[in-house]
Every structure is written in structure tokens, then in C-alpha cells.
């Protein structure tokens, strides 16, 4: 055989093997049944080794695994894999599956670490070193950590969003300032604040060691040592390499600033030892850098390693404690180090890596997806709100660690971020056993297999996320929703990867994740800045494509501020109509217990809605007691008016907290009442805006809740002080009840009198009359214009409450006919409905309209208006007086100096026998025109709406919008009532939202009072069908009982509740004014009562405990509340004799007023 014929024949059969192996590979193997991404794939891997190289692989594997299911093959010895159930679950939490060879290029300092190591006994080794230090029990328990939060991101990153104008929007480069918070974060844990970078100090540092980062580990380091090993390590043996010198110069870089940290620590803690240093504080400790050392000396490594690496290092990016000017890091990686300390940089870096991956890209695509989800983000911020401290005129704290994970929406924002966004979206590289088969999908696969997983395509299998390339959180709330995948989405979540080679912290990610986003928007809210097309690019782990991302952070602490300076608008406290008024903003600023106190009353109101709020109020008002304590130091420098209100209002809600729910509201009369005759033991104090404030309050509160109260509770709190005081104050402009303090005043008298009269007591007719004069005669005051219509309405509803409610009893003297009442009062109801119809939308007086409105309501037939279609209606206004007045026989308008006919004829009694608590000569006696017809012609009822409207202007100017809906920038069209459906709709949603920024203080009053009226006087049809309006409408019964819909905010269920079943809702109980039978308990389990009831007695009812023992149980509960409540008035009134005895100090005073 010749030499020739021998080469032949070994050609021959290496060709035959060859073709043998190929042929056996792509067509007879085990993996010859899994379908092929690509035709190449039985024979060659090189397609996808291409599409890893143009980072185009995942993609790719969507794309194929939509194609051909949850198994295909990638090349002749790789499988992909995207499946729960025999699928990653098996590959990632079975120690059987070894990590694939690529990971060796993950070692830092020649060692292996926690990523690199391959063989799961060694990974366990590097997994140990950590200890517990990233386990969810100490991170949600760790001091150390709560200090770092606290101080790196409240007192470095907070003002960098908040900007250097205070209270302003401000756009920032949030890619820039997560990076750094990500390094300053991670290095503070890891060594401590007393050692950490500070780059959120310095943004340009951080933008330099990002450059830095990326630089050191490019694609191609990865790439070809992990596809193409032979051939790299070949042409390395001659010098040539694929890696950019740049690349290792920066990886070398990177190291010596990371042992610049190392060897300063270990300085820091020897100093801290030696006692040449201050002790270490919470949150200063290097507590995971001495617990790696103290794992590795554990492990008996004993030999020391010499780095040795040339090259040059900028000392910007380094804080080395050297005398040296400019240390060169040369010196950094040749000094001798021990194992133990190259050890531990070598798990540090690991970590560091994966922190400045994963951390700032979830942020940076979480704010910028809540900049384009306006409605996500309001949720969130609402959420967050609700379970945060955070407050005006206080250091920012952080929300309880434990709160945060029981926040709904939160938790989806992060799931659904991850989800879409994650950095980890590469293939988790792993090969199966050897020796056996493996059960992966439908397939047998056989030992010495690489199979992997990949996250970015687990979270796009459409069959689990509808939609899968965009961003909707819902899919993650427990709410069922049309992207939830039916509740499998929880198990496809893979963005940790999973068992226990999985992300060891990803604990931590989660943790700092959750605390930053609630940090940020309950806050501020953000919006884009300029849109962008904000994406992942690379496969393994991905980066933004854009370096900059700016969005504008608006402060929502100043939206707070805003919104309270409108509410002081709507409470009517204008400095320019008001000298004495309160600027209720700046009291909120420099007084934090009376934002507790605010935040108490509206959890307190919250009961009737959510009975755990009780909680909060109590927890909030205990806040705001410790908080005045500190406040009342004559050294704090505070506001003592800011300490009054606080007073004030805790005093008056006290009783309300801890009190019985179905007093609707009665306790604030009382608790206003009891604090106001305390403060007016010093005669001296009857001037002064906090006592306007306290008197304006108590008469408003007083006009809506008399009629509800009891026979004789009332007068019992009842004192000369207080009348001496509202006499004297008879004709000023006053908070909550402006320049109408005079007819809130003859309100509440009218309103308990005929509250006596329903509850059965003898009528007093000089009484009636006396009211009726004066209710008549009553004017407004000059100055008030704005306000004339409300003024008027109230006035005419406390009329239509006397006449309707007198003439429902036995009466001996002379009275008009039934016909002529009747007619009277609609006349009056049809006023009422006009002219709060006509007030303007820029008036602060809106949120008084839902008493007279609804009072009026129920006096109107539905055969004589139409409601749901006001134009008409307001045309055939005019007439419908005519025709009312026609059978009352009133005077014509002709005669305005004649007085109007009297309904109620008194008997031989003096006016002097009653004190009305109003001197003769302070009150302002018209001739009134309530009982004639109106006059077509007249301005003041002309049958055009455009005629009727007073002309509105700013109350003031200034850096805040005025009035309620801040639209006096409208076009004019908008500022006159001939659009009648849209000025109902804006006056209650006024009323609505308004009041709700200040815990429903307004709100709740007029509904329960509605409610009463509605219950004890009109008994009757309600023709008021009002056009469907955002949570509030009405409608009838069928047995011609109103119905109130109302639709709570914030809450994406809108739940319907009758007037009737208010009751249940708001106290559990069914009960009636004019009933006999005394109060009793009961449950309904088709209301919310029964869950309220049961949390109130502590769950009693499931012991099944009888009624009688549960009321037995609820009058326990409620002598417990009344002791706690009069130690808490013992508390509030001394704290109110310190204010006073502050005041009285004039220079105290004089800068408290300032």
C-alpha cells in the first residue's frame, strides 16, 4: 500500500465518521424528534452563535418557540426551553444540572466566585460567604440597612428630583441619577456610609465609572472565549486576542478602585478599633465586607496571592486612604494581599456587577413607564399615601418595610418591570447529567445535553401574558384582569432565575426596588420630558439603548400644598377679603401635628367606608399629640397659631373617633362647643383669627347637625361666652361660614326646634314666628356678593324646613291653606334650584350647595320640572312661579314695601321672651321679596340664565389658581349658567373632591344631614333625576324613598348604597328618629356593616355570640372609648391653657400671628 493510497483511505474514514456522527446527530439521535429553530441547526451551531454575536438571539427564540412549541433545538447538542413544568423548574432547581463552561468567564481576580463557580459544591462554598446578610428576615430587620436607605436615598437622591427651586417641576436625567444610586446603595451596605462612593454627589463621577463598567466588560469577552474556546486560547498563544486592549485595561482599572475601597475599609475599621475614630453608628458598619472576611478565614484559605498587573488607573474615581497626591494604581494591584482579602473582592465585584445591571435599569424603566401611565401612577401615589408617614413640614420617612409589601399596586409595578424590562434576559446556560435520561417537555433527553431557559422569552409567552410587549401592571393585581393569564403568571416569573444557583440578591433587589419607587412617587409625580423609545438592547444582559432619559418631577408634597391652598380658597380664608384669615397653607408647613391632626379627621370620617381606619386615627392623633408636645417647647421656635388649630381640631374630633357612628356628626358640634367655652373663660381672647376660626367652625357645623340632635343635648353645652362672642363677631368675614355666620346661626336654632317638634315635644308658636321674621328680614351683608345665592338658598331651605315640618303637626290658631303651603314651598325649592344653578364655578362658596340643593330636592314634584333637562327647565322657570304664587295669594311685586304675609301666626307673646343670641341692633332688617313671585322683568329673575350671573372675578392674585375649579382662564362661555347640565355637573363634583383632600370634612355632612331631612321631613318622591355624574346621582325607590348612589373614590368598584341602608354602613345599626324601640344591634350580611361590626368587637360574632351579648359586648367597647376620650380632652385642654399662656406673651404673639 502506497503512501498515496493510505492517506486516501484515512480520508475516507474521517469523512465516513464524520458523516456517520452528522448523519447520526441530525436524524437518529434522541434529539432528532426536537423540532430545529433554524434548518441548519441538526448539523452546525454557527446560526446561532451569529445571532448571539449581533445580540439578535432572543428575538429569535420567541419567535421559534411561538413557531414550534416549548422545546426546539438551537444546534446539534443545545436545547432551548420555555416551559413551567418540565421545563426550567427541572434545569434550575435540580443540583444535578452543572453550569456550562461559559460562566468561567465570569471569574474576577483569577478566583472563582459565586457566578463562576461551575460544580454546585463549590457554588454552595461561595454561597455561604454571604450568610444571612441578603436573607429577606435580616433585610426586613436590619437597622444597618434602613439607615442606608434612609440617608442615601431621602438625603442624596430626594433633592436631585426635587431640584434646586423649591416647590417647581424639574427635569432630571434619571439614568444618570439611578446609576449612581445603585453604586452609592450597593457600596453603603457593603462597606458603609462612612465609606460609600457618593456619586449621587457627584453625577459626573458616576457617569465616569458607568463608562468605565460598560468598558470593561464588552461583548466580545464573553462571546468568543464561550463559543469559540479553542480557537481563542490558540491565537492567545501567539499573542493576538479578540478582547480590545481598552477592555482589559479598563477591567484592570475597575479592580483597583474596587481595592482602593477595600484597603480603606480595612484602615477605617482599624482606627474605629483603636478608638482613634468615632464608633461605627447605624448604617456606618462595613457589615457584609467583614462578613466576607470572616466566611473566608472560616474556610482555612491560608496561601497569599501577589496581583500583579501594569497599567494606569485616573484617581478621580477613587477615594484611597494614601498620603500619595496621585497614587497610581500600579502600586494598588502589586501590593501584596492575602487570600482572604483577594478573595473577598472577588465576591464583591461579583455583586457589584449584577447591582449596576439590574438595579438602575428596573428604575429607570419603571419611572419612565409611570411618566406615560398617568393612571397607573396616581393609583400608586394614592396607595403609597395611604400607608406613609410622609408629610408636609417633616423629614421624609420612609414607609414600614413591612407595609410596602402589602401594597398591590407597587408590587405590580415592579412585577410587570421586571417582567418586560428585566436586564437578565439572556439564556441560563446548564448541561443535563450524564448517564441519564431527563424528561424535558415531551422529550427524553439524553446526558451531556446544554439546555437553557431565557427570561425574555418566558415572559412573552403570549399564552400566559396577553399582550405581551406592553407594559401593564394590572396583570399582577389580585383583581382579575384581561392580562393575568389566569393566574399562572406568578410561576412563568423568572426574572431571578430560580433555585439554588438563582440570584442570590434578588431579595435585596426587590427590597431596594420597593423602597425607592415609594420613596419617588409618593413624593413627586413625573411626566416626559421630550418622548423617547426607550428599549433593552444586548441578549445575555441588557442595557438601555439610551444613555439619557429625562423626565420632569413635579414635588407631590407641593400638589398637596396646592391643593390645600385651593381648599383654603373654598374655606373661604382669603387674606385679601380677610385680614384675620388663616393662611392654612403656611400653618401645615410649620406645624406637623396639624397635618396629623387633619390626617386623623380624615381616617376618622374614613369609618363609614372602611371601619380599620379607626386605627389610623387613633395612630395619627396620638402623632399629632407627641408631635404638639414637642411644638408647645417655648423653644421650638413654632407657630402657636399653627398649635391652636392643631388643638382646636383635635378637640373637636375626639368624641367623633372614639364615639358611636351613628351620631352623624354630632360630636364635632359637641367637641367644638366643649373647646370654644373652654377657650372663652379669658374674656380677653374674643378677637383673634384662631378664635374666628373656632367660632366660624362651630356655626357651620351647628347649622348642619341641630336637626339631628337630640332634644336638650345641645343646650346642656350651651354658655353666654359663646353668644357674647358670635354677636360680637356678628358681622365680620369667617372661616368655613364667611360673611353667612348670621343665617348658619338661625339655621342650627331652626334646625333643633324642629328636630323638638318631630320628636313630639309642644310646639311654640311665638317661636316659629319669631324665627320666621327673622329668617325673612335676614340679608345678606355687604361685601358678599359672591356668595348671595348661597346665602339666599340657605335661607329659603331653612324656610322649607320650618313651614314643612310645622305643618305636619296638630296646630290651634289660624294657618293657610294646604294648597297654599304647598305652593310656597315649591316656589321657594324652585329658587333655591335657580340660583345655586346660577352661581358662578370660580365662587368658594360650591361646597355648600348639597344641603339646600337636596332639601329642595325633595320638595319638587316630577310632574312640575325636568331636572335631565335643565335648558328647558330654566325656560319654564318663571312660569312655574307664576303659577305656584298664583294660589297663595301672596302681594304682587308691585308693592315691595309691604311686609310678606306670615305662615305662622303667633300667639300673645313678647319677641323679648326668646333669645335668639342676635341683638336687635346688629342685625341688618330688610323687607324681604321670599313670599312674592318674581318678576320677569327684574334682573335678579330674569327668564335669560345670562342675566342672573354676577360677574366673577379673582379673589386674589398670586402663584396659586383661584377658586375651587382655578378656571377663571376659561373662555367666557363657560363662565355663565346657560349650560345648566354642566354647572350641575361641576358644583357636585366640587362638592366631592374638595372636601375629600380634607378628609371628607364637608362631605359627609351633607349626605348624613340629607339623609335625615329626607327620613324625618319629606317622606316623598324625589323628581330630582340628576344627569349621570362621577360617584353621585339619585333616584327613586319604590316606595317613594330617594336613593343615594355614591361611589366612593380612589376605589375602581363603585358600590351603591342606599340613604336607607347608610345606616348600616356607618354604624351597623337600623334605626329611626321617631322610633320607640330603643337602639339595637344588627347584622346584615348584604352589607358592609356586618364586616365593620365584627372588627369592631374584635371578631365577636365568630364565637356566634348572641345580639344581646354583642350589644352587651359594644357598650364594653364604647365606656373603654368614652374614658380614653375624656383623657384625651384632659390632655387637649391643658394643652390649649399652654398656648394661651404662650399668647399672652405680646412679643410671642406678635411673631406667631407673622
Known amino acids: 500500500m502506497t503512501l498515496y493510497t493510505a492517506i486516501v483511505a484515512l480520508l475516507a474514514l474521517g469523512a465516513g465518521i464524520l458523516f456517520f456522527r452528522l448523519f447520526h446527530t441530525a436524524f437518529i439521535s434522541p434529539l432528532a424528534r426536537v423540532p430545529c429553530s433554524h434548518f441548519s441547526a441538526r448539523f452546525s451551531s454557527l446560526w446561532v452563535s451569529w445571532l448571539r454575536h449581533q445580540n439578535q438571539l432572543n428575538r429569535f427564540l420567541e419567535a421559534a418557540h411561538d413557531k414550534h412549541g416549548p422545546v426546539v433545538r438551537l444546534g446539534p447538542n443545545e436545547l432551548s426551553v420555555n416551559c413551567v413544568q418540565d421545563g426550567f423548574k427541572t434545569i434550575y432547581t435540580t443540583r444535578a444540572f452543572e453550569k456550562h463552561h461559559f460562566y468561567n468567564e465570569f471569574r474576577n481576580f483569577i478566583l472563582d466566585d459565586m457566578t463562576s463557580a461551575i460544580e454546585p459544591q463549590a457554588h454552595s462554598i461561595q454561597r455561604c460567604r454571604v450568610g444571612n446578610t441578603l436573607s429577606r428576615s435580616f433585610l426586613y430587620t436590619s437597622k444597618h440597612l434602613a439607615a442606608v436607605v434612609e440617608g442615601t436615598v431621602n438625603n442624596d437622591m430626594i433633592p436631585l428630583l426635587r431640584g434646586p427651586v423649591p416647590g417647581e417641576a424639574h427635569m432630571a436625567d434619571i439614568s444618570s441619577i439611578m446609576r449612581a444610586l445603585a453604586m452609592d446603595l ?28 460598560l468598558m470593561s466588560r464588552p461583548t466580545q469577552m464573553f462571546y468568543w472565549p464561550s463559543e469559540f474556546p479553542r480557537l481563542h486560547r490558540l491565537l492567545g498563544s501567539v499573542g493576538y486576542s479578540f478582547i ?37 453608628r447605624h448604617g456606618e458598619a462595613p457589615i457584609m465586607y467583614r462578613q466576607f472576611l470572616f466566611a473566608i478565614a472560616r474556610e482555612g484559605l491560608s496561601a497569599d496571592r501577589i496581583l500583579r498587573k501594569y497599567t494606569t488607573m485616573p484617581t478621580a474615581l477613587v477615594r484611597p486612604k494614601s498620603t500619595h497626591p496621585d497614587p497610581s494604581w500600579k502600586k494598588v494591584l502589586r501590593k501584596p494581599r492575602s487570600a482572604q482579602q483577594i478573595a473577598a473582592a472577588s465576591e464583591i465585584m461579583d455583586q457589584t456587577l449584577g447591582v449596576i445591571h439590574v438595579f438602575p435599569t428596573v428604575l429607570i424603566f419603571a419611572c419612565w413607564h409611570l411618566s406615560r401611565n398617568e393612571d397607573i401612577q396616581k393609583r400608586l401615589t394614592q396607595e403609597l399615601r395611604s400607608a406613609s408617614d410622609f408629610g408636609v413640614g417633616e423629614d421624609p420617612i420612609l414607609p414600614d418595610l413591612k407595609a410596602l409589601d402589602q401594597l398591590h399596586i407597587l408590587h405590580a409595578v415592579m412585577m410587570e418591570t421586571l417582567r418586560l424590562n428585566g436586564p437578565n434576559t439572556g439564556q441560563e446556560l446548564r448541561v443535563t447529567p450524564r448517564g441519564k435520561h431527563t424528561r424535558l417537555g415531551n422529550y427524553d433527553i439524553p446526558g451531556g445535553v446544554v439546555v437553557s431557559s431565557s427570561p425574555f422569552c418566558l415572559h412573552r409567552t403570549k399564552e400566559v401574558f396577553s399582550d405581551p410587549d406592553s407594559w401593564r401592571p394590572e396583570r399582577w393585581l389580585p383583581e382579575p384582569s384581561p392580562w393575568d393569564g389566569n393566574g399562572e403568571a406568578e410561576q412563568w416569573f423568572w426574572a431571578f432565575s430560580s433555585g439554588a444557583r438563582g440570584c442570590v440578591g434578588n431579595m435585596l433587589a426587590q427590597f431596594l426596588i ?45 400638589l398637596l400644598l396646592y391643593w390645600l391652598e385651593r381648599a383654603s380658597q373654598i374655606m373661604a380664608l382669603d387674606p385679601n377679603q380677610n385680614p384675620l384669615s388663616f393662611p392654612i397653607l403656611h400653618h401645615l408647613s410649620n406645624s406637623p401635628s396639624l397635618l396629623h391632626a387633619i390626617q386623623s379627621i380624615g381616617a376618622a370620617h374614613e369609618q363609614f367606608f372602611n371601619p380599620d381606619n379607626i386605627a389610623i386615627a387613633l395612630k395619627e392623633r396620638q402623632q399629632a399629640l407627641r408631635l404638639l408636645q414637642r411644638e408647645l417647647d417655648p423653644h421650638s421656635g413654632s407657630c402657636l397659631v399653627s398649635s391652636f388649630l392643631s388643638v382646636f381640631l383635635l378637640g373637636t374630633f375626639t368624641s367623633w373617633v372614639e364615639g358611636s357612628l351613628d351620631s352623624f356628626g354630632k360630636e364635632h358640634v359637641f367637641g367644638a362647643r366643649a373647646i370654644i367655652n373652654h377657650l372663652l373663660a379669658n374674656q380677653q381672647i374674643y378677637q383673634g383669627p384662631y378664635l374666628t376660626y373656632a367660632i366660624g367652625c362651630y356655626i357651620y357645623w351647628d347649622s348642619c347637625c341641630a336637626f339631628v340632635a337630640e332634644p336638650g343635648e345641645l343646650p346642656d353645652t350651651d354658655t353666654p361666652e359663646i353668644s357674647e362672642a358670635i354677636n360680637k363677631m356678628r358681622s365680620e368675614f369667617h372661616p368655613i361660614s364667611a360673611f353667612g355666620i348670621g343665617i348658619f346661626y338661625l ?49 329659603k331651605h331653612a324656610l322649607i324646613m320650618i313651614y314643612r315640618t310645622c305643618s305636619t303637626s296638630a296646630v290651634s290658631g289660624q294657618l293657610p291653606a294646604p294648597s297654599e303651603k304647598e305652593a310656597i314651598i315649591q316656589a321657594y325649592a324652585l329658587r333655591v334650584v335657580q340660583g ?55 302681594p304682587s311685586n308691585s308693592s315691595p314695601s309691604t311686609s310678606p304675609p306670615k305662615m305662622l301666626v303667633p300667639i300673645h307673646r313678647t319677641v323679648d321672651d326668646y333669645d335668639l343670641s342676635l341683638n336687635d341692633d346688629s342685625a341688618q332688617i330688610s323687607v324681604s321679596r321670599e313670599a312674592q313671585p318674581p318678576n320677569p322683568a327684574s334682573p335678579e329673575y330674569s327668564s335669560s340664565p345670562l342675566n342672573t350671573t354676577p360677574v366673577s372675578k379673582p379673589l386674589r392674585k398670586g402663584p396659586y389658581p383661584i377658586g375651587p375649579m382655578a378656571i377663571n382662564s376659561l373662555p367666557a362661555t363657560y363662565l355663565v349658567p346657560n349650560r345648566p347640565a354642566l354647572w350641575l355637573t361641576c358644583l357636585f363634583i366640587l362638592w366631592v373632591y374638595i372636601p375629600l383632600l380634607l378628609g371628607r370634612l364637608l362631605f359627609l355632612f351633607p349626605v348624613l344631614v340629607a339623609h335625615k331631612i329626607f327620613h324625618e321631613i319629606a317622606g316623598r318622591t324625589s323628581a330630582l333625576e340628576l344627569p349621570v355624574l362621577p360617584w353621585f346621582s339619585i333616584n327613586k325607590l319604590d316606595d317613594k324613598r330617594p336613593v343615594l348612589k355614591f361611589y366612593r373614590p380612589m376605589s375602581e368598584n363603585d358600590t351603591e348604597v342606599s340613604l336607607d341602608a347608610l345606616d348600616d354602613v356607618s354604624a351597623g345599626i337600623n334605626k329611626s328618629i321617631l322610633s320607640d324601640q330603643p337602639h339595637k344591634w ?13 372588627r369592631v368587637l374584635g371578631h365577636a360574632h365568630e364565637s356566634e355570640a348572641t345580639v344581646r351579648d354583642l350589644d352587651s359586648l359594644r357598650q364594653d367597647v364604647l365606656e373603654q372609648a368614652k374614658v380614653r376620650t375624656i383623657k384625651c380632652y384632659g390632655q387637649i385642654l391643658n394643652l390649649a391653657n399652654e398656648v394661651y399662656n404662650l399668647l399672652d406673651n405680646p412679643i410671642k404673639l406678635q411673631n406667631a400671628i407673622l
Open 514 to 558: 420597593r423602597q425607592v419607587l415609594a420613596a419617588i412617587y409618593v413624593k413627586f409625580t413625573s411626566e416626559e420630558a421630550q418622548k423617547v423609545d426607550l428599549r433593552l438592547i444586548g441578549d445575555y444582559v441588557a442595557e438601555p439603548n439610551l444613555d439619557t432619559v429625562k423626565l420632569r418631577f413635579t414635588s407631590a408634597v407641593r
Open 244 to 280: 480590545p486592549r481598552e477592555s482589559v485595561e479598563s477591567s484592570d482599572e475597575l479592580d483597583a478602585w474596587l481595592l482602593c475601597f477595600l484597603d480603606a475599609t480595612d484602615e477605617e475599621i482599624e482606627a474605629v478599633e483603636l478608638g482613634v475614630k468615632a464608633p461605627f
Open 186 to 213: 450597593w457600596m453603603a451596605y457593603v462597606f458603609g456610609r462612612r465609606m460609600s462612593c457618593r456619586f449621587l454627589q457627584n453625577l459626573s463621577a458616576a457617569d465616569r465609572f458607568n463608562d468605565l463598567m
Open 1082 to 1094: 344588627k347584622k346584615h350580611p348584604d352589607s358592609p356593616s356586618g364586616r365593620q361590626y365584627d
Open 836 to 890: 345655586l344653578l346660577s352661581t358662578p364655578v370660580t365662587s368658594q362658596y360650591l361646597h355648600l350647595h348639597a344641603i339646600p340643593l337636596l332639601t329642595a330636592a325633595s320638595e319638587l314634584p316630577s310632574d312640575e320640572q325636568n331636572l335631565t333637562s335643565p335648558s328647558q327647565f330654566l325656560v319654564q322657570l318663571p312660569i312655574l312661579f307664576k303659577d305656584s304664587a298664583a294660589g297663595s295669594q301672596e
Open 747 to 795: 339655621i342650627g336654632r331652626v334646625g333643633r326646634y324642629c328636630r323638638s317638634v318631630l320628636a313630639g315635644a309642644e310646639r311654640d308658636l311665638l317661636l316659629e314666628a319669631v324665627l320666621e321674621e327673622r329668617l325673612l328680614d335676614w340679608e345678606s351683608v355687604a361685601g358678599q356678593e359672591s356668595g348671595v345665592f348661597i346665602w339666599e338658598a340657605y335661607r
